[in-house]
């Protein structure tokens, strides 16, 4: 018989990163995929605007909707009974405050629990704005994939000095300004260590070492399938570990509690 698991709520984020506990999230898109996660013991599912790549076949995040996210939203809240579900505001979906908050409040309906936005500058107005009117935030900050036009290409950010710092700042200031949860994109792992022990709030980490509160990989990549762009460096197939779709999960989770992903071989320096 397996224990009964009590569903993730907000408050409990916090209270995992004091108790030392790694968060596993994933990526979903739909019911069947959500429940497997659900079943395996993922903490957190978050409907990504990488749809845009992994879904629909685009190369970038851009194209994706507002109707897009809360789709997609509805479509995982579905399958899933204990884990957290996060959804993405897409490009320019968060420019304004209200626009903001008229798209997460789509999400909060469809079954999100919390709406994720890349960025910090103006976006601290826009997350203000969420948690005051009752709307959890995740910030994402780093290789924000909304940025790829600026940074000209998907690059890992804060290598040198100054950049770092802007990155330790903003990381503080998104925290002040409410966020529950901090996505940590493509920074080498001792920033990432340096962020992770300056906030009360967990980092989740993707391609930013293994001294984050907790991991995210995106579906398609972590069940190795080829999605037609060019693999990072902290992508790991864990199907060819876990033997089923199931199992792709209960490997992964694991190897986030455990520390063991990820390690060197999928971070940078
Ligand atoms: O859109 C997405 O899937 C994301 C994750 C890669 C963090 O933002």
């Known amino acids: 018989m397996t224990a009964e698991r009590k569903p993730w709520t907000v408050p409990m984020l916090a209270e995992a990163k004091q108790a030392g506990r790694k968060l596993a999230m994933l990526t979903a898109y739909d019911a069947g995929f959500a429940r497997a996660m659900d079943a395996a013991g993922i903490d957190l599912v978050l ?25 997609h939203t509805a479509c995982v809240a579905r ?30 309906q469809a ?10 500058g103006h976006k601290l107005e826009v997350i203000r704005h969420l948690v005051e009117r009752e709307v959890p935030v995740c910030a994402h900050l780093g290789l924000t994939p909304q940025s790829v ?6 690059k890992v950010q804060g290598r040198d000095e ?4 802007r990155l330790r700042r903003e990381a503080r200031e998104v925290q002040e300004a409410g966020a529950s949860l901090l996505v940590l994109e493509g920074v080498p792992s001792p ?9 009360g709030i967990p980092t989740i980490g993707i ?14 990549d972590m069940l190795g399938l080829d999605s037609g762009h060019r693999r990072p460096r902290f992508v790991k197939d864990f199907l060819a570990e876990g ?12 190897a986030v509690r455990s520390g063991s992903f990820p390690d060197d071989a999928h971070s940078y320096r």
């Open 47 to 71: 409907v990504g605007d990488s749809l845009g790549m992994v879904v629909q076949g685009r190369t970038s995040t851009l194209p994706v909707t507002v109707d897009d996210i809360a789709y």
């Open 79 to 108: 399958g899933l009974s204990t884990a957290l579900l996060v959804a993405d505001l897409p490009f320019q979906a968060d420019a304004s405050p209200q626009r903001a908050l008229d798209a997460a409040t789509r999400f909060l």
């Open 111 to 120: 079954g999100a629990v919390m709406a994720k936005l890349e960025g910090a």
């Open 149 to 154: 036009l600026r940074f000209g290409g998907f």
């Open 162 to 165: 100054a950049a770092a710092e």
């Open 191 to 199: 920033l990432a260590a340096d962020i992770t022990g300056a906030l």
């Open 207 to 220: 391609g930013a070492g293994p001294h984050c509160d907790g991991q995210v990989l995106v579906l398609h």
């Open 243 to 254: 033997g089923s779709v199931e199992g792709a999960f209960r490997a992964y989770a694991e």
